[in-house]
């Protein structure tokens, strides 16, 4: 079984910044993939970015350039740098781990005000 907490998300302006954070705990794979998803009212879960152990990244086109993902093997943790924000990301937030199952994390509130 595999724990996950995150962490940040909120209320910020159009243009803003936030950064996600979750942390890993139980067992723990030394080859997975961690990343966030995304959901907004009335819309179905979307992949926003993934970074596997070895540290090879994926983002879905809308957050190119502007979102960040990095994560710290040691520490069992993922990050997501959300930068020049913008009213569509408005969603929850869900950190995942994945080998051969998923887990989720609770789920963080991110919104963006215009």
């Known amino acids: 079984q595999v724990q996950l907490v995150e962490s940040g998300g909120g209320l910020v302006q159009a243009g803003g910044s936030l950064r996600l954070s979750c942390a890993a705990s139980?067992?723990?794979?030394?080859?997975?993939?961690m990343g966030w998803y995304r959901q907004a009212p009335g819309k179905q879960r979307e992949l926003v970015a993934t970074?596997?152990?070895?540290?090879?990244?994926n983002y879905r086109d809308s957050v190119k350039g502007r979102f960040t993902i990095s994560r710290d093997n040691a520490k069992n943790t993922v990050n997501l740098q959300m930068n020049s924000l913008k009213p569509e990301d408005t969603a929850v937030y869900y950190c995942?781990?994945?080998?051969?199952?998923?887990?989720w994390g609770q789920g963080t509130q991110v919104t963006v005000s215009s």
């Open positions: 139980g067992s723990i794979a030394s080859i997975n993939a």
């Open positions: 995942f781990y994945m080998v051969t199952n998923y887990y």
């Open positions: 970074i596997t152990s070895g540290g090879s990244t």
